[in-house]
Every structure is written in structure tokens, then in C-alpha cells.
């Protein structure tokens, strides 16, 4: 699905991402952790090619959508508005609201389709930026710190939702520096410390994998 080679990305004399040698196979689920300013962020705009200027090679088997930390939702435009304006954007002649309907009821928040951004509570903007997301049909999903701000309860629901995605036929990446989270869902696990990977685990292979990888921060 996704194989990364030798990649390198520097911010001025900075040097972001150290030679990331990776890949992930389809239908599964990676978390990538790390302390702020570990280079997660930064590994997933370049797989997305929101950061162009890198060196070493990205070769991914699908489209590949992003799924950004702070949501980003146009705050003028109602949930259904935000999340069919980029598709109408690149193919006018579609009926784009069958599959929004349809995704917003998987996801729970079909009766906030009239809703502006500033009448959802924190859990209800992220499935609005997880249905909007999905409105690509992609085959790589990228989340940037999906839970932030979110309460446990919310962060739960996040699990659940972003499984069922998987076993839509959708893999999965997830930057977060929530190690609990990352434990609970995610298949293999990759920790990055001053922009290598300082950890590699399986998260059914370690007896403790929180602990495991905070010992590679």
C-alpha cells in the first residue's frame, strides 16, 4: 500500500524527517508517536504532498486523503456545504449528496447536515472532518492527532469509528502523541525521536507497549 525510501526533509538548517525507511501494508492500521516536534506531522504532509520539497522516494497503491488536527471546517458553510465544496470543486455534474448522506449516517451525524461548525461539540466536528475526508473514497487515510482536545469518552468513540473505517477496506495513519490511544488501535506502532525512527513494534508482540515506547522518546 504505502512504502517510504530514504526520505529526508529539512526546514532550514533543521533537519525534520532522517532517513525514513518504512512501509504499511493495506487494511491495517499504523500509529506513528512522538513528542512535538518529532517530525509526525511533518511524515504525513509529505505522503499527502502538502510538503514537496524532500528527498528520497514515497510510493503509495491509492488515493490518499488527509484528515488535519484542527478539522478546519469552513465556518460559513453548514456540515453538508463543507463537505461536498471540494468534490463539486472537480466533478460539477455529480450528485454529491447521495454519498455525503450516506457517510454522514455512518458516522453518526447526519441530523447536523444543516448544522454550522460553531453548534457541534468537539466529537461532532471530527466525524464532520472524517466524513469530509471520506467523501474521496480513499484508499490511505492520514489523521493528524485525531483525538486533541477531546474528552475519553470522544476519544473511545474515535476508536470505534476509525475501525470501522478500516474494515472498510481503508488503511490508515495516525500521527498522535496519545499513547493509550495509539495502543488501542492501531496494528503497528512507530515511534520517531529528532526525526528518525527511534521504535518499531507490533502492539500484540509487546507485553507493554505504552511503556515500551516511552523509553524511545
Avoid: W
Avoid at 46 to 59: E, F, N, V, W
Avoid at 60 to 81: A, N
Amino acid at each position: 500500500m504505502l512504502k517510504i525510501e530514504h526520505l529526508y526533509k529539512k526546514f532550514g538548517d533543521n533537519m525534520v524527517l532522517n532517513d525514513i525507511s518504512m512501509s504499511v501494508d493495506k487494511n491495517s492500521i499504523l500509529g506513528i508517536a512522538g513528542a512535538s516536534g518529532g517530525g509526525k506531522s511533518t511524515l504525513l504532509r509529505c505522503i499527502q504532498g502538502l510538503d514537496t520539497q524532500y528527498r528520497g522516494s514515497i510510493t503509495c497503491g491509492g488515493k490518499v486523503s488527509f484528515m488535519f488536527q484542527d478539522f478546519q471546517l469552513f465556518p460559513h458553510m453548514t456540515v453538508m456545504e463543507n463537505i461536498t465544496y471540494a468534490p463539486r470543486l472537480h466533478d460539477k455534474a455529480k450528485d454529491h449528496y447521495i454519498l455525503a448522506k450516506d457517510i454522514l449516517g455512518k458516522l453518526g451525524v447526519l441530523e447536523k447536515a444543516d448544522e454550522y461548525p460553531s453548534k457541534l461539540s468537539g466529537g461532532q466536528k471530527q466525524r464532520v472532518a472524517l466524513a469530509r475526508s471520506l467523501m474521496v473514497s480513499p484508499d490511505l487515510l492520514l489523521c493528524d492527532e485525531p483525538t486533541s482536545g477531546l474528552d475519553i469518552a470522544t476519544t473511545s468513540d474515535v476508536v470505534s469509528l476509525l475501525k470501522m473505517i478500516r474494515d472498510m477496506g481503508v488503511t490508515i495513519l495516525i500521527a498522535s502523541h496519545d499513547l493509550d490511544f495509539l495502543t488501542k488501535i492501531a496494528d503497528h506502532i512507530i515511534a520517531l525521536k529528532g526525526g528518525r525512527i527511534s521504535a518499531e513494534l507490533s502492539t500484540t508482540d509487546v507485553e507493554n507497549p505504552i511503556e515500551y515506547l516511552k523509553k524511545h522518546y
